[in-house]
């Protein structure tokens, strides 16, 4: 079984920081690409960023310039520096990793429980 678990959100200021991690526990041979989504209430769930194995990334238009995503594979972990926060930031973020438990076997896909992040005054 693979887990993954968030953490880094929290309340923050416009034009504040903040920095989201994402860590992989269990059955996991090798990362895929992993992927940062969000979620505002009554919205549909939006690709934020996502980088592959060779570090290739990928970022919604409404935050690029302003946010990061990278990864540490020696932790199993995938960070999203997020920079010049705005009140429209305000989302559940969730992490999904796409994992291979095995050698050559196929890719599987793994939620986090999402964080939480609040922009506001």
Not at 1 to 28: D, K, N, W, Y
Not at 48 to 73: E, L, M, P, Q, W
Not at 78 to 107: F, R
Request: glycine share 10%.
């Amino acid at each position: 079984q693979v887990q993954l678990v968030e953490s880094g959100g929290g309340l923050v200021q416009p034009g504040g920081s903040l920095r989201l991690s994402c860590a992989a526990s269990g059955s996991i041979f090798a990362w895929n690409r992993m992927d940062w989504y969000r979620q505002a209430p009554g919205q549909q769930r939006e690709l934020v960023a996502a980088i592959t194995t060779s570090d290739s990334t990928v970022y919604g238009d409404s935050v690029k310039g302003r946010f990061t995503i990278s990864r540490d594979n020696a932790k199993n972990t995938v960070y999203l520096q997020m920079n010049s926060l705005k009140p429209e930031d305000t989302a559940v973020y969730y992490c999904n990793a796409h994992i291979k438990k095995v050698a050559g076997g196929p890719d599987y896909s793994y939620w986090g429980q999402g964080t939480q992040v609040t922009v506001s005054s």
